[in-house]
T-cell receptor, first 111, second 116 residues
Framework: SQQGEEDPQALSIQEGENATMNCSYK?????LQWYRQNSGRGLVHLIL?????REKHSGRLRVTLDTSKKSSSLLITASRAADTASYFC???????????FGQGTRLTINP | EAGVAQSPRYKIIEKRQSVAFWCNPI?????LYWYQQILGQGPKLLIQ????????DSQLPKDRFSAERLKGVDSTLKIQPAKLEDSAVYLC??????????????FGPGTRLTVL
């Protein structure tokens, strides 16, 4: 079963703009992770935020986590054509020892 | 450091045939995962190994899917017989340790299976 629900399902923006993707989940978690998948490739880990953290940065990425609302957002600033990919949130559920992935957001950056 | 290796990259078979996928995880990674990713969806965990023991196979269709991880390193996933709905990308991933609060997974490129 898939826990994360991502919103929007697809997003198309101009190069240089910021992209925001949201993820909601249902159960208690140890951490939440974001992955990127380029077309026809495997997934690449982007960033992990622990359940006791509220915000985390990595380069042009900013992730927030609101455990009271069971939601997270991924912000990509100053987008580039190379950011075109699908982005997935994955929750590390407490007691489950596994990641549960959402359906993903398909991001297109137009030059 | 070498990444997760998978083969073959592509496979086309007819329904009711058998197919096998191979995965070599990152050296030293205790945990290995097989995921099924249907087009337009997120990866769904099929089976998780820790060393050569199965941790979770609750979503593995055991009537047709089987997997093994001999000697706690390489792994094979088999489908016998295949159905049309098995068309998907099969992803292998590995992580250093499962059950810790930090569980980054490293993914291979996947095997794209088409069942005709």
């Amino acid at each position: 079963s898939q826990q994360g629900e991502e919103d929007p399902q697809a997003l198309s923006i101009q190069e240089g703009e910021n992209a925001t993707m949201n993820c909601s989940y249902k159960t208690s978690i140890n951490n939440l992770q974001w992955y990127r998948q380029n077309s026809g490739r495997g997934l690449v880990h982007l960033i992990l935020i622990r359940s006791n953290e509220r915000e985390k940065h990595s380069g042009r990425l900013r992730v927030t986590l609101d455990t009271s609302k069971k939601s997270s957002s991924l912000l990509i600033t100053a987008s580039r054509a190379a950011d075109t990919a699908s982005y997935f949130c994955a929750t590390d559920e407490k007691g489950a020892q596994k990641l549960v992935f959402g359906q993903g957001t398909r991001l297109t950056i137009n030059p | 450091e070498a990444g997760v290796a998978q083969s073959p990259r592509y496979k086309i078979i007819e329904k009711r045939q058998s197919v096998a996928f191979w995965c070599n995880p990152i050296s030293g990674h205790a945990t290995l995962y097989w995921y099924q990713q249907i087009l337009g969806q997120g990866p769904k965990l099929l089976i998780q190994f820790q060393n050569n023991g199965v941790v979770d196979d609750s979503q593995l269709p055991k009537d047709r899917f089987s997997a093994e991880r001999l000697k706690g390193v390489d792994s094979t996933l088999k489908i016998q017989p295949a159905k049309l709905e098995d068309s998907a990308v099969y992803l292998c991933a590995s992580s250093l340790v499962a059950g810790s609060s930090y569980n980054e997974q490293f993914f291979g490129p996947g095997t794209r299976l088409t069942v005709l």
